[in-house]
C-alpha cells in the first residue's frame, strides 16, 4: 500500500486491524467482519498482528525473556532457537541478557520488531517500522518476513511512502491518495499502465508521449497520448527509431544514468541510460511497449 504522508494508508491499516471504528462501509477477513474498538473491550484481531513504529518492549525484562514472552505454548527449546534466530538476524546477539531499559532507542527498537515477528499470524500488517534503520538491516529483515510468511502461507500488508520499497517486495500495489484507492493490481500492471498521470506520479518518473513527439517512421506513430516509464525508452539506430531527442542533463543517480531531454518540439523527456550521454548532442530511441 503506497501513498504520499497523510494519504490515508496507517489509517486504512488500524480500520483493518480493528483499531478504528467504521464511518461506513464494511471491512471482512476471512468472509467474517473485522470489527473496531465499539465491539471489543480489547482491540485487535486475533488472527492478525500490526508492526507499527509505535514500539512496545518489557523494560524490566532482558532482550531474550521479551521474545519469549510472545511464544506462549513453545518448549523452552523452541523459544530458544526462535530467539536465537531473531537476535541474529536484528544484531542483538550479544546483547541477549541486557535489559531492555538500559538499551538505546534504536536497540528498542530492534528488541520491538523481534518481539512482534517471534510469530508470524494469518496476517501481517506493518506500518513502515523498518523506516530509521539502515538500509543493510531493512533489506535483511524484509527477506526474512517474505520468507516466514510465505513458509506460512500467511499475508502481508506493508505501508510505505517509498514507491521503490513497494515495487521491490510486493505481488500486489495498492495506490492510495487523498483517503482514496486511485488503482490496485500486480505490480507491473500498475507501474506500467498507471490509471492517470497523477497516480504514475507517484510511482516515480514519467513522459508523455503524444502523436507529434514520434517520428514519421514509427510503428507507434497512430497513438494520440501515451505514459511512458524511463527505463521504456531504449536508445537505438536512427531507422529503428521512434524519436529523436537532444540532451539536455545528464546525472549519475547510484543505479543508472538519468538523461533529461527534448525534442525539436520543445517538450521535455526522462530517460534511463547504462551509460552517460553528452550533453547537447541528438540520440535516437525506440520505445518498449
Not at 464494511?26 to 513504529?53: C, D, N, R, T, W
Not at 533489506?139 to 520468507?147: H, I, N, Y
Request: hydrophobic letters at 40%; proline letters at 4%.
Amino acid at each position: 500500500m503506497v501513498g504520499r504522508s497523510g494519504s490515508g494508508k496507517t489509517t486504512l491499516l488500524k480500520c483493518i486491524y480493528g483499531l478504528e471504528d467504521l464511518a461506513g462501509g464494511q471491512i471482512l477477513f476471512k468472509g467474517e467482519p473485522a470489527l473496531g474498538p465499539a465491539y471489543h473491550l480489547v482491540p485487535g484481531h486475533p488472527q492478525m498482528s500490526l508492526v507499527s513504529q509505535e514500539y512496545h518492549v518489557l523494560e524490566n525484562h532482558t532482550i531474550a525473556e521479551n521474545i519469549y514472552d510472545k511464544l506462549p505454548g513453545f518448549t523452552n527449546e523452541e523459544k530458544e532457537k526462535r530467539a536465537s534466530r531473531l537476535l541474529k538476524l536484528l544484531e542483538l546477539n550479544l546483547l541477549r541478557n541486557t535489559r531492555a531499559k538500559h538499551l538505546s532507542s534504536g536497540q528498542k527498537q530492534r528488541v520491538a520488531i523481534a518481539r512482534a515477528l517471534a510469530i508470524i499470524p494469518e496476517l501481517l500488517l506493518l506500518d513502515e517500522p523498518f523506516s530509521n534503520l539502515d538500509k543493510l538491516l531493512s533489506e535483511k529483515l524484509f527477506s526474512f518476513v517474505l520468507k516466514e510468511v510465505k513458509k506460512n502461507g500467511s499475508s502481508l500488508i506493508l505501508i510505505t511512502h517509498l514507491a521503490e520499497e513497494a515495487l521491490k517486495f510486493a505481488d500486489t500495489i495498492c495506490v492510495v491518495d487523498e483517503g482514496k484507492i486511485l488503482q490496485t493490481g500486480p505490480k507491473w500492471e500498475v507501474y506500467y499502465r498507471p490509471g492517470n498521470t497523477r497516480l504514475a506520479g507517484l510511482l516515480g518518473g514519467f513522459n508523455l508521449v503524444k502523436k507529434e513527439d514520434l517520428l514519421s517512421t514509427s510503428p507507434h506513430k497512430k497513438i494520440n497520448k501515451v505514459l511512458f516509464r524511463p527505463d521504456q525508452f531504449i536508445q537505438t539506430p536512427a531507422d529503428k527509431a521512434d524519436m529523436q531527442v537532444t540532451v539536455t542533463q545528464c546525472t549519475f543517480n547510484g543505479k543508472c544514468f538519468e538523461i533529461l531531454s527534448q525534442n525539436k518540439n520543445g517538450n521535455q523527456f526522462l530517460v534511463y541510460t547504462h551509460k552517460p550521454l553528452a550533453v547537447d548532442k541528438s540520440f535516437y530511441f525506440k520505445i518498449r511497449i
